[in-house]
């Protein structure tokens, strides 16, 4: 069993800047894949990022490509995605997610999710 936790979100203007980060409970964090989905009012929640179990590995969804970050610290059980030059349709609950799999796109395949943490961007 993982517990996730996510921290970070808030309200930030449009080009501006964001961390959120995600603690998880466990001793097998380093086994499991981690990744970011979102899901804006209205709409489907969508995959975001997704990193490796050692870290070495980013995939990224093509509309956040060269704006986001992610990364893991195994040590601290921690993940972490560093977002800049935000756009307001990046507004959208955050969510953290572990998973043992990936599809060949490098989609995170969740198994467990944490609570969601709301980032707004206004224009």
């Known amino acids: 069993q993982v517990q996730l936790v996510e921290s970070g979100g808030g309200l930030v203007q449009a080009g501006g800047s964001l961390r959120l980060s995600c603690a998880a409970s466990g001793r097998t964090f380093s086994s499991y894949a981690m990744g970011w989905f979102r899901q804006a009012p209205g709409k489907e929640r969508e995959w975001v990022s997704t990193?490796?179990?050692?870290?070495?590995?980013?995939y990224y969804t093509d509309s956040v490509k060269g704006r986001f970050t992610i990364s893991r610290d195994n040590a601290k059980n921690t993940v972490s995605l560093q977002m800049n030059n935000l756009k307001p349709e990046d507004t959208a609950v955050y969510y953290c997610a572990a998973g043992g799999a990936t599809t060949t796109r490098g989609v995170l395949l969740p198994t467990y999710w944490g609570q969601g943490t709301q980032v707004t961007v206004s224009s």
């Open positions: 990193v490796s179990r050692s870290g070495s590995t980013t």
